[in-house]
């Protein structure tokens, strides 16, 4: 997999600056398409994928739902799948998330109903018995998970996608470049961090709050706290008014890109967001490079404001 320079990139020479940044960071999305099919084909990102893949994906009620009953779940599944999908085990005293749980069983072709249900029915139907009836959903029943913070046992795969190097003075400069980019950014203590595994966030608070509120949660390591910080300040320019789910990973491929390219100018290594993109389109790293002109302007807008 690629490894990102170590030593920061400089564009000081005022009439050959625009040629040189295009250039530039032209290459270095290259480089990050190319670190994204890396990415894919290694052995850490199969077995992430793997375990990934056993989680259910829960409709949009049941995820309001987890969320209201435990704001920082992240992955959640039932107390059997915990102990034979993941050799994991609930702990002792944690409470139950309660969900609806699809009940699907034979179902009358005209009522739609279950056959004891059929029976109590004023249906009449009974061109077929029930024995040949095709299985449907008839309703819904609570059902108990649990969190993966609830559970205790083998570890989880993880991608790990932080950036690292020396950040010096990267993070104060990078707040105050907020007021210059019409942005309200904090820094959120760990413990008070209430957006479950995300690093960061950024949020419109109400629509009388045009200012983009972005919030990071605070961390030992300064490189990747910056790189956070400039990911979610391209989630601040880039997609303001942006609402439809099916454009989130897309939203994430353009701001991480962009973390990437500002990181790496500013001599950090930034070289994991390939994992990061991975997760997020792991069948296109193309969408990188076919999006080179947003993720391009964004990145040098940020460069030039942090520069100034």
């Known amino acids: 997999m690629m490894t990102a320079s170590a030593s920061s990139v400089s564009f000081e020479e005022t009439d050959t600056r625009s040629d040189e940044m295009h250039s530039t960071i032209e290459q270095w999305?290259?480089?990050?398409?190319?670190?994204?099919?890396?990415?894919?084909?290694s052995n850490e990102f199969q077995d992430w994928l793997d375990v990934q893949s056993r989680f259910h994906d829960y409709s949009y009620?049941?995820?309001?739902?987890?969320?209201?009953?435990?704001?920082?779940?992240?992955?959640?599944?039932?107390?059997?799948?915990?102990?034979?999908?993941?050799?994991?085990?609930?702990?002792?005293?944690?409470?139950?998330?309660?969900?609806?749980?699809?009940?699907?069983?034979?179902?009358?072709?005209?009522?739609?109903?279950?056959?004891?249900?059929?029976?109590?029915?004023?249906?009449?139907?009974?061109?077929?018995?029930?024995?040949?009836?095709?299985?449907?959903?008839?309703?819904?029943?609570?059902?108990?998970v649990f969190d993966v913070s609830q559970t205790e046992g083998e570890p989880l795969p993880d991608l790990d996608t932080a950036a690292t190097g020396d950040a010096g003075n990267l993070v104060p400069r990078l707040l105050d470049m907020a007021d210059d980019l019409d942005v309200t950014v904090r820094i959120v203590p760990a413990d008070e961090w209430t957006h479950g595994e995300a690093k960061g966030v950024c949020e419109r608070l109400s629509p009388l709050n045009a200012q983009p509120v972005v919030e990071v949660r605070d961390r030992e390591n300064d490189a990747?706290?910056?790189?956070?910080?400039?990911?979610?300040?391209?989630?601040?320019?880039?997609?303001?008014?942006?609402?439809?789910?099916?454009?989130?990973?897309?939203?994430?491929?353009?701001?991480?890109?962009?973390?990437?390219?500002?990181?790496?100018?500013?001599?950090?290594?930034?070289?994991?967001?390939?994992?990061?993109?991975?997760?997020?389109?792991?069948?296109?790293?193309?969408?990188?490079?076919?999006?080179?002109?947003?993720?391009?302007?964004?990145?040098?807008?940020?460069?030039?404001?942090?520069?100034?």
């Open 61 to 144: 009620r049941n995820t309001l739902l987890i969320k209201r009953q435990y704001p920082e779940a992240t992955r959640v599944a039932g107390y059997r799948t915990w102990q034979e999908e993941f050799d994991r085990h609930v702990k002792e005293g944690e409470s139950a998330i309660w969900i609806w749980a699809p009940i699907i069983t034979k179902q009358c072709p005209e009522c739609e109903n279950s056959p004891s249900y059929h029976e109590d029915s004023d249906c009449e139907y009974d061109e077929t018995p029930p024995e040949e009836w095709s299985k449907g959903l008839v309703g819904f029943n609570p059902a108990p």
């Open 224 to 308: 990747d706290l910056a790189r956070t910080l400039i990911h979610e300040y391209a989630h601040a320019l880039l997609h303001a008014g942006v609402t439809e789910t099916a454009e989130r990973s897309k939203r994430e491929v353009e701001a991480e890109s962009v973390a990437y390219i500002v990181g790496r100018y500013c001599g950090l290594d930034t070289s994991r967001s390939a994992f990061y993109l991975a997760a997020w389109e792991s069948d296109d790293p193309e969408v990188v490079r076919e999006r080179l002109d947003r993720i391009s302007r964004t990145a040098e807008e940020l460069i030039e404001t942090l520069d100034a």
């Open 29 to 41: 999305i290259d480089e990050l398409v190319a670190g994204v099919d890396d990415a894919q084909a």
